[in-house]
Nanobody
Framework: QVQLIESGGGLVQAGGSLRLSCAAS????????VGWFRQAPGKEREFVAA????????YYAESVKGRFTISRDNAKNTVTLQMNSLKPEDTAVYFC???????????????WGQGTQVTVSS
């Protein structure tokens, strides 16, 4: 069993930065791919970024490539999403998730956090 807790959300002006953290409990966390997803009001949950269990491979949605960076520290059971050059369209609740399989599919992830709100003002 893995439990995930997100933190670091907040209100920021367009062009600003935020750093989201996902803290995990559970001995098998280091063996899972970890992804970040987001969900805006009235929209489906969408893939943002993911990182392999070893941290060697990262994946990004086209909409965030070059602006967001995902990293992990398995010794500390944490995954971080550094978000730069934020845009109003990045406004959403951001979720971290742990699982295996196709990294961009929500169905690949077995464990989810409760989410953290990110609001980008124009």
């Amino acid at each position: 069993q893995v439990q995930l807790i997100e933190s670091g959300g907040g209100l920021v002006q367009a062009g600003g930065s935020l750093r989201l953290s996902c803290a995990a409990s559970g001995r098998r966390f280091s063996s899972y791919t970890v992804g970040w997803f987001r969900q805006a009001p009235g929209k489906e949950r969408e893939f943002v970024a993911a990182i392999s269990w070893s941290g060697d491979i990262a994946y990004y949605a086209e909409s965030v490539k070059g602006r967001f960076t995902i990293s992990r520290d398995n010794a500390k059971n944490t995954v971080t999403l550094q978000m730069n050059s934020l845009k109003p369209e990045d406004t959403a609740v951001y979720f971290c998730a742990a699982g295996a399989g196709t990294y961009a599919r929500t169905s690949s992830y077995d464990y989810w956090g409760q989410g953290t709100q990110v609001t980008v003002s124009s």
